[in-house]
């Protein structure tokens, strides 16, 4: 039972840099969304996606973009990274609306010098 | 807005001592749902309860039990006899289910509760 499944778990990126967050779901799960965990903050969400095509914006947007060509795949990527952007991420899906939990995957470590 | 407090930042309890996460919520919405979830020091997000705004019956299961009080908007987590293995960081959350079927999480801050044994 993989659910969902995050990539990579650790990365350090230099200022400047970009790079791509991966996720995937396989319970085929319309809703996906990228959350940041930052100490002391809780969780808050960047983007969300309520099924393939269909993105949208979040508390904390600035600084990502997003995409949603399949059901499965949700990457978040940074287009040039900032020490603000160092945090947890973490990626998460349900099967929408009043239906349950969100399944959250592992969440990847990013630290930007 | 919606929003979320989780008053106590941290919360250290002796092994098999009952404690009390607080959750106190804020939203216009008349249908919500609210979450507890666990976050060990592993750091994977562990889903322990969702509860929607029509039911404010009490659950328990187990060691755990919630209280969900409209009247007060809270939604309080108790844990009976604790245990080491309760150490981590509880997170209550409240879902913001709008037309369109999106569904998206407002999160407290977190409470971070060390049992000592």
């Known amino acids: 039972n993989a659910g969902v499944t995050q990539t990579p778990k650790f990365q350090v990126l230099k200022t400047g840099q970009s790079m791509t967050l991966q996720c995937a779901q396989d319970?085929?799960?319309?809703?996906m969304s990228w959350y940041r965990q930052d100490p002391g903050m809780g969780l808050r969400l960047i983007h969300y996606s309520v099924g393939a095509g269909i993105t949208d914006q979040g508390e904390v947007p600035n600084g990502y973009n997003v995409s949603r060509s399949t059901t499965e795949d949700f990457p978040l990527r940074l287009l040039s990274a900032a020490p603000s952007q160092t945090s947890v991420y973490f990626c998460a899906s349900s099967a929408g609306p009043g239906t349950g939990e969100l399944f959250f995957g592992e969440g990847s470590r990013l630290t930007v010098l | 807005a919606q929003k979320v407090t989780q008053a106590q930042t941290e919360i250290s309890v002796v092994e098999k001592e009952d404690v009390t996460l607080d959750c106190v919520y804020e939203?216009?919405?008349?249908?919500?749902?609210l979450f507890w979830y666990k976050q060990p020091p592993s750091g994977e997000l562990v889903f322990l309860i969702r509860?929607?705004?029509?039911?404010?019956q009490n659950e328990i299961s187990g060691r755990y039990s919630w209280n969900f009080q409209k009247s007060t908007s809270s939604f309080n987590f108790t844990i009976t006899a604790s245990q080491v293995v309760d150490s981590a960081v509880y997170f209550c959350a409240l879902s913001d289910v709008t037309q369109g079927g999106s569904e998206k999480l407002v999160f407290g801050k977190g409470t971070k509760l060390t049992v000592n044994p």
């Open positions: 939203t216009r919405d008349t249908t919500y749902y």
């Open positions: 319970m085929n799960h319309e809703y």
């Open positions: 509860r929607n705004s029509f039911d404010e």
